[in-house]
């Protein structure tokens, strides 16, 4: 369980932050307009539910 706490363990957390500094920093060889951040606003989508999206309502009560 040493070998694990002092190799092994250090080793998977260096190359998780080596893969993420890689992936990262790829952004720089992207073309201009896709290393771009992500438009923020919505284009002509409603998250609104329409009337139309649910089944009629149906009256359960016992008469």
């Given at each position: 369980m040493a070998?694990?706490?002092q190799y092994?363990?250090?080793l998977l957390a260096v190359l998780v932050f080596l893969f993420a500094l890689v992936a990262v920093s790829?952004?720089?060889f992207l073309p201009s307009d896709m290393a771009a951040p992500a438009p923020i606003?919505?284009?002509g989508?409603?998250?609104?539910?329409?009337p139309t999206d649910?089944?009629?309502a149906v009256n359960h009560s016992a008469s």
């Open positions: 070998i694990f706490r092994i363990a250090p790829a952004r720089i606003e919505e284009v989508v409603s998250s609104q539910p329409t649910f089944p009629p």
